[in-house]
């Protein structure tokens, strides 16, 4: 084997690896818009206890976010709003 063996695998993997990270770049554009200022925590279309529970889960994220200590865990079942 000469030192120019693992070449190709290398190429490989680079390119398999720029292919991700485009894919992702398109993930963390979206991500950069979501902040808590474009968060829109009142929405009208949810029933009153949704929207008081969406209230208080932003409000405990945007005061963990300026203190963080310790963890910050929203649990709930598939379809429950942790990722709205």
Request: proline share 4%; aromatic share 14%.
């Amino acid at each position: 084997m000469n030192n120019t063996d693992f070449l190709p695998d290398i190429y490989h993997r680079q390119q398999t690896a720029g292919a991700l990270f485009q894919r992702l770049g398109a993930v963390f554009e979206l991500q950069k818009k979501m902040t808590f200022a474009s968060f829109d925590w009142k929405r009208v279309n949810l029933p009153l206890e949704q929207r008081q529970n969406l209230e208080a889960a932003y409000n405990l994220a945007l005061d963990f976010a300026k203190s963080p200590e310790g963890w910050l865990v929203f649990a709930g079942v598939n379809g429950s709003g942790k990722r709205i």
